[in-house]
């Protein structure tokens, strides 16, 4: 497979189309997406960027404090936003039904997009959650579980007197309480609700209670199953922490799931659960916190299911770069994150050099990041994932990252454009999203969240420019209060459209020239990056200068990059004579040197 390219969105922020958006809203103030707002025009724009494969993400079931749009509502103090995380599952083999035009029939209407998806010659990847489920997985109400489902179900037949078994699905705690972390201002919350004090701001209490409450008082006894701290007897591991206490930066709205290093009746179930998403027509998994799952399970079930759908790929977040060859040569997955690689390397030079330019860099500061993680990836960089954002990270243009939008391409040139990886895209990313909004549940923190209700302003803007059909004309005039977008959406947008299409991009050869050029005339090794890209039928020049100064440099391609890459010295073109590129300031350029 060539250089797959990945548009990752949550359907819930994509087709939002309310404009009111409340701080911590809920879902009547502030909207959703449907599974229908992904229609065909979005998904031509998707195909016309140069993408192969859509993430839809937040798709299954997951605990909410909504109880509208056929959503049962979880215990809010064991879901964090209005929301809730798309990683807390209530039930595997169902869809969110607030994502559907009419809840009852969700799983048609997500067929239906995994139809238009296929038709428009894109692949379907959702989300895979094998380390941990939401604390009240499977007992909220939504749709009758057959006799085999109830057996599958995780939890059932298991021995709650028990700390361990292998026979288990989760971790217990006999004997203990659970205390989840933010007791102590539930309780205070409701205690002000029920004094009739609504002058507070509410975290935790779902504010469609809030809203009934300060309208009715006297009804305070009706929401006593809400209004009184979340139990579990016994308590279970939470997903990240082996204790009936998680502290508030664990994940405690989730449990773990108890899987051993050989066989269980767990490693059956789960692999059930893909099973039933690849016969919807799923092509592919990001498989989330892969690292806390034994690779036993996960080298047993890639086998399996590629033993039946060979074409179906994994993805896997991995962060410990000493365990990506294992993830890669025995557990079997096709592409890995390379967040703690490539992706921390280029976030660090930008940081620096926009927080810093002119001051002296250290080695970890520096540019020569990126080839020392290109050299330790060696052959198998075309088994990463790279990116500039995901849910997980801080958009670019935040003010905790690149600061504005503008500083994108240097980094954009290298992630993309290195190697054969693959690259993923997150929506809104293209207008430059800067995840500044304060939703809710997260704070002001720099990621579009996705725990609450919203919806941001760069998703209105791209339903704009996709329904209009703006983004196929390059002349068309767009709305004045979008115009200061247009530059940046045409930049950027091309580049990514340039690399799905060019040859020497998608599968060629790299040739690192930092090497070769760290006393070159108008370079520096720290701020600077260079590298050819080589087809057989094309060869590209990239320079990239992450500094804030114009870079007017003169690269040398020696003698050895000719014999590798089968270049032919002419005149114009031969290792005594220097290049001359002029970059601007956080920018690259391409060059062409024979086709």
């Known amino acids: 497979m060539d250089k797959p390219i990945i548009y990752q969105l949550l359907p819930r922020l994509w087709g939002n189309k309310d404009t009111d958006n409340v701080k911590r809203g809920s879902l009547e103030s502030n909207g959703t997406g449907k599974f229908s707002d992904i229609d065909s025009p979005s998904l031509e724009y998707i195909k016309w960027l140069g993408c192969t494969h859509v993430w839809y993400t937040g798709i299954i079931r997951h605990a909410t404090k909504t109880d509208s749009a056929g959503c049962t509502a979880s215990h809010p103090q064991s879901v964090k936003g209005e929301a809730g995380s798309p990683y807390a599952i209530t039930d595997y083999y169902d ?15 997500f067929a239906a997009l995994v139809k238009r998806t296929h038709e428009a010659g894109l692949k379907v990847i959702m989300d895979f959650v094998p380390n941990h489920v939401a604390r009240d997985y499977g007992t909220v109400a939504g749709r009758e579980m057959s006799d085999d489902e109830k057996r599958m179900s995780l939890g059932a037949g298991d021995d709650t007197s028990v700390h361990w078994s292998p026979d288990n699905d989760f971790f217990y705690y006999p004997g203990t309480e659970l205390r989840l972390p933010n007791e102590d201002g539930f309780n205070s919350e409701c205690n002000s609700l029920k004094s009739g004090d609504y002058g507070r701001e509410y975290r935790i209490i779902p504010s469609w209670i809030v809203e ?11 929401y006593a199953s809400f209004l009184s701290p979340y139990r579990e007897n016994p308590p279970k591991a939470t997903g ?3 204790t009936p206490t998680p502290g508030i930066n664990d994940w405690y709205e989730t449990v773990k799931i108890n899987y051993c290093d050989t066989h269980t009746k767990t490693w059956d179930k789960m692999l059930a659960v893909l099973e039933f998403w690849i016969e919807r027509g799923v092509d592919g998994f990001r498989c989330d916190m892969v690292e806390l799952v034994p690779p036993q399970f996960f080298q047993w079930a890639i086998g399996r299911i590629k033993d039946r759908y060979p074409d179906v790929i994994f993805i896997a977040e991995v962060y410990k770069k000493d365990l990506y060859k294992k993830y890669i040569r025995e557990v079997g997955f096709d592409f890995l994150y390379d967040k703690s690689g490539l992706y921390d390397t280029l976030r660090t030079v930008v940081s620096t050099n926009i927080d810093a330019t002119g001051m002296p860099l250290e080695l970890w500061q520096s540019a020569r990041g990126i080839t020392r993680n290109w050299q330790y990836l060696g052959d198998i ?3 990463m994932l790279n990116f500039l954002e995901n849910h997980d990270e801080q958009r670019f243009a935040s003010d905790f990252f690149g600061k504005e939008a503008g500083n994108t391409f240097a980094p954009l040139y290298v992630s993309l454009c290195l190697n054969r990886a693959a690259f993923m895209i997150y929506a809104g990313e293209e207008l430059g999203e800067r995840g500044m909004d304060e939703e809710g549940f997260s704070g002001r923190d720099g990621r579009t969240s996705i725990f ?7 998703m209105r803007e791209l339903r704009r420019i996709i329904s209009s059909g703006l983004y ?9 209060e979008m115009s200061s977008k247009k530059k940046f959406f045409r930049r950027f947008t091309g580049i990514l459209r340039f690399a799905a ?14 090497y070769c050029n760290a006393s070159s005339e108008g370079f520096d090794i720290d701020r600077h990056f260079a590298f050819m890209r080589d087809s057989g039928d094309e060869t590209l020049l990239f320079a990239v200068n992450f500094s804030e100064n114009e870079a007017k440099m003169k690269l040398s391609i020696p003698a050895h990059a000719f014999e590798w890459l089968g270049m032919q010295i002419t005149d114009g073109l031969n290792p005594s004579v220097p290049i001359e590129v002029t970059v601007p300031p956080m920018d690259g350029a391409v060059i ?4």
């Open 592 to 595: 062409t040197l024979c086709q």
């Open 472 to 480: 196929l004309d390059e002349n068309a005039e767009w709305p004045e």
């Open 501 to 514: 299409k060019d040859a020497a991009v998608s599968s060629g050869t790299t040739y690192d020239l930092c």
């Open 240 to 242: 990240n922490a082996y």
């Open 452 to 458: 609450d209700w919203w919806s941001p302003l760069s």
């Open 381 to 383: 960089q075309p088994y």
């Open 212 to 222: 009934k409450l300060r309208a009715n008082p006297e009804e305070y006894d009706r």
């Open 95 to 109: 869809v969110n039904p607030y994502l559907a035009d009419r809840p009852d029939e969700r799983m048609a209407e």
